[in-house]
């Protein structure tokens, strides 16, 4: 089997409605605003007629999947390891390849025709409990509230919201993040996870005194993690509000290299990692980072607003002690899983085993109404 092309395009089609709309500004979209949906998505095609699919892409994705033209899909270490060795270097190329290998290995599992979990070894869970990430709700008090109590309804037993101020937003700022997450807490009572996200907050502005007051005020709350409350990459500055607050602090989503895994791992820095499988380079390492973060007995739970159906199946790969709960962006999918055929989402709050061939999606063209090439 060889690589004949990369495609990279963008498609449109239909309204954003229910699910799908955003109640807070998100990319370049007023509260509420309605607009078709648009995806872009990159294709590796095969001299075989076998395609793989993955989510996102530009042309620089495009003009770096040229180096994957004539070389053999079943070689993805081979592949991954040159991409990044010279002349080629992570550093920049990241998301590129990391959505190059995803579109492999969906190519991968469409030629032996089983999912990617399966070609992992799994299932090794029966089912995996989902948190709902309320990523595009409404980030007020009574607002959040009542949507944490419907999501319990519905079966979820962890929750996660998304502060919407930093430091420069002053102590009123600081006061309505934790009032917010208070507000959850009264609404859902002791039993239920809370976690709490920064970053969309732009926390890179936060201080290291700024998100030990944070921390500690989350401690009165039982959070179950506060997430990337500093700046990714400041891992010195992790480890001292490591050591200052009870409150378990989580990050990972942004970091690129396994080396920063590393150091957060051997010094005790993170809780939980929460590698972005778009960000650190795909199915190919995603799998090392398990191995590695399991070797600490530090839960793993990928960032998986956006790339849930591709996460989904290494979480199933693996035992409970190593991935005990998966990330479910409500909103996020209700965007992203528009154009497939099929929609895959926790039941009662568990996902199930994700089918396959590969990782299960396919793209249904009646919803396609216009589709660009890059």
């Known amino acids: 089997m060889k690589i004949t092309n990369v495609r990279v395009f963008e498609v449109s089609g239909g309204e954003r409605s229910g699910l799908a709309l955003y109640e807070i500004n998100r990319g370049g979209l007023a509260p509420n605003e309605i607009s078709p949906y648009r995806m872009r998505f990159t294709e590796v095609e095969s001299d075989q007629g076998i395609v793989g699919l993955a989510i996102g892409g530009s042309a620089e994705v495009k003009a770096f999947g040229q180096n994957l033209i004539g070389r ?14 010279r002349p080629h270097n992570l550093d920049g190329r990241s998301r590129m390849l990391s959505t190059l290998d995803v579109a492999i290995w969906d190519l991968l599992g469409k030629a032996r025709d089983e999912s990617v979990c399966a070609m992992l070894g799994g299932p090794v869970q ?7 990430a309320m990523l595009g709700f409404l980030p007020e008090p009574e607002a959040a509230a009542r949507r944490s109590q419907e999501m319990v309804a ?17 102590p009123g700022g600081l006061k309505h993040n934790i009032e917010m997450i208070q507000a959850v807490r009264a609404a859902v009572g002791p039993d239920i996870d809370i976690m709490v996200d920064c970053i ?15 921390a500690r005020a989350f401690e009165e709350v039982n959070v179950t993690w506060l997430e990337e409350p500093l700046r990714p990459e400041d891992l010195g ?10 409150t378990p602090i989580s990050f990972g989503e942004h970091l690129k290299f396994r080396d920063q895994f590393v150091t957060a791992l051997s010094q005790g820095i993170a809780n939980v990692i929460q590698p972005e499988m778009h960000v650190v380079g795909g199915m190919t390492e995603m799998r090392k980072l398990v191995a ?25 790969a693996n035992q409970k002690r190593a991935c005990p709960i998966a990330e479910w962006g409500v909103k996020i999918n209700h965007n992203v899983q528009y154009f497939f055929e099929d929609f895959y989402q926790p039941i009662d709050g568990y996902f199930q085993p994700p089918e396959g061939p590969g990782f299960g999606y396919k793209i249904d063209d009646g919803k396609v109404e216009t589709r660009v090439e890059i």
């Open 154 to 170: 519905q079966g979820f037993t962890g929750v996660k919201w998304y502060l919407p101020n930093n430091e420069l937003a002053g």
């Open 126 to 132: 029966d089912s995996i409990r989902a948190y709902a």
């Open 292 to 316: 590695l973060s399991s070797s600490f007995g530090v839960p793993f739970v990928p960032h998986a607003n956006e790339s849930c159906r591709n996460a989904i199946h290494l979480s199933f």
């Open 72 to 85: 053999d899909p079943r070689e993805y270490e081979r592949i991954w390891h040159e991409l990044t060795n």
């Open 200 to 214: 969309l907050s732009a926390s890179e502005q936060n201080s290291l005194q700024f998100a030990r007051r944070m």
């Open 237 to 246: 500055i992790y480890a001292k509000l490591r050591g200052a607050t009870s």
